[in-house]
């Protein structure tokens, strides 16, 4: 048996929304893929896996068809592992490669992973070409007992987590539980991905994602967890090491970004994994995001050690009111003090701030600006908040555009999203372009390439035109 996955192509490095504002696209592992491709590899010797990442590689449609000839299942995502959070509205590229694919390949079983289906599983069933199926929700496990089925020729319509159309009609399956035991993965299939193809600008390349914890308990109005579910489950040190060990020594990927939602929120475990990688003497740079309440000044400096050189921090408003409107739960004191400590750490930082919060003025956006100006960190990322499905902002979206998958539109009153997108404008012209921080920046610029430092500088310029 073949099982093939295709990982679909995004304009890059911006792609538009659907009527909203541009998305930054990135070329990035298709983790969850190389996650069911390693267990296929561990459970079936007489499975063949091959992982087709046409954002990577840059495929058409008509090129992937090539790479995905004579197989009996084929993986569609319409968001990869690093897009669960914040995935993309625009599912348009995925539904072209799934509809060339099955005028190619009519026997084969085209199965739908990723957010969208998850939260509108009947719109993409509708959507995509008959017959497919929809996994909803984290997708390694539902594949795994899937594919066990086709493979056993079994009927496989009684899998929890799963949709698809049976006389015409949408059937949901009851939901399948989060797995409690990230163990059970293996180390990722990472020798099928065009690992010499990723990349980030910061670390360099080649580059990897590695995921070592999934879920997050805290309760933020605005974040989409339907991928990842709010029980907080981590991988043991032990495993998490060695697909570090393998991606190290056996790929020679020295660049990593734990893409867990809360990297630090268990500091002993996030020592424990720091020693490990200090004593094992690899040269890592990595990368992590967390919480500006969730790390101290002992933990910084053990993470620096290990080769941490960057965090991403929730940061979100520069008021504490619309921070509690957030339930982000978050005070401005506590932003400051994690920036400094940061910067004393020697580890650089970047913020992510949202716009156009239910309730938030121009005034408070301003205050943002300000914010980021004040705390200074070494980037920030603005963005309009989207109203996810799923999410407690999407019940304040206007009925018009209920029957939208992910649909873009303002839930801040008064305020369009064109209003948002030129506040987001000028707060990227007032952050970045100021004299004092292009000075003090000279140094990271230089060490990167040409290629890297134009596309950084074509991303700014699209995003304050």
């Known amino acids: 048996m073949k099982i093939a996955f295709v990982n679909p192509a995004y304009q890059y490095p911006l792609a538009r929304q659907m009527g909203g504002t541009p998305f930054l696209t990135r070329i990035w592992p298709p983790l969850e893929m190389a996650n069911v491709a390693g267990m296929l590899r561990r459970d079936f010797s007489d499975i063949e896996s091959s992982i087709i990442d046409a954002n990577a590689l840059n495929l058409q449609p008509k090129q992937v068809l090539k790479r995905v000839k004579g197989s009996d299942i084929i993986v569609i995502s319409t968001a990869a592992f690093d897009r669960w959070q914040c995935p993309n509205p625009d599912i348009y590229p995925s539904m072209s490669y799934a509809k060339s694919i099955r005028s190619a390949l009519p026997e084969s079983e085209i199965l739908v992973i990723g957010p969208h289906g998850t939260e509108r599983p009947g719109w993409v069933l509708r959507s995509f070409p008959s017959p497919a199926t929809v996994i909803r929700g984290e997708p390694e496990f539902t594949l795994m007992c899937l594919i066990r089925k086709i493979y056993e020729g079994e009927d496989f319509r009684g899998i929890e987590g799963i949709s698809y159309i049976d006389n015409g009609k949408i059937v949901n399956n009851p939901d399948r539980s989060f797995s409690p035991d990230l163990n059970a993965f293996t180390v990722p299939a990472f020798d099928l991905l065009p690992i010499d193809k990723y990349d980030y600008p910061v670390l360099g390349k080649p580059f990897s994602l590695v995921e070592t914890s999934r879920g997050c308990p805290f309760s933020c109005r605005f974040c989409f967890k339907s991928m990842h579910g709010s029980q907080y489950r981590i991988k043991n040190v032990k495993n998490v090491m060695e697909e570090l060990k393998h991606l190290f020594y ?49 933990l910084l400096k053990v993470m620096r050690r290990s080769g941490c050189r960057l965090i991403h921090y929730g940061v979100e408003s520069g008021n504490e009111k619309i921070l509690k409107s957030m339930q982000k739960d978050l005070s401005l004191q506590q932003i400051k003090d994690a920036i400094k400590a940061t910067r004393r750490a020697d580890i650089l930082s970047a913020v992510f701030i949202l716009f156009g919060f239910p309730g938030e003025t121009v005034e408070d956006m301003e205050r943002s600006i300000q914010l980021a100006k004040e705390i200074n960190p070494d980037f920030v990322s603005f963005h309009v908040v989207t109203p996810y499905p799923g999410t407690d902002l999407y019940g304040l979206l206007k009925e018009e555009i209920e029957g939208s998958t992910f649909p873009m539109a303002s839930v801040c009153e008064n305020l369009t999203v064109e209003d948002l997108e030129r506040i987001r404008q000028k707060a990227f012209r007032e952050f970045y372009i100021r004299p004092g921080y292009i000075l003090s920046k000279i140094s990271l610029l230089k060490g990167l390439g040409p290629r890297e430092l134009m596309r950084g500088i074509r991303i700014l310029l699209s995003f304050i035109k």
């Open 250 to 298: 056996e790929l020679e990927v020295p660049n990593v970004y734990f893409l867990d939602l809360e990297f630090t929120l268990m500091g002993d475990r996030v020592e424990r994994l720091c020693e490990s990688i200090t004593k094992e003497g690899m040269d890592l740079s990595w990368t992590c995001q967390t919480r500006p309440d969730q790390v101290n000044e002992r």
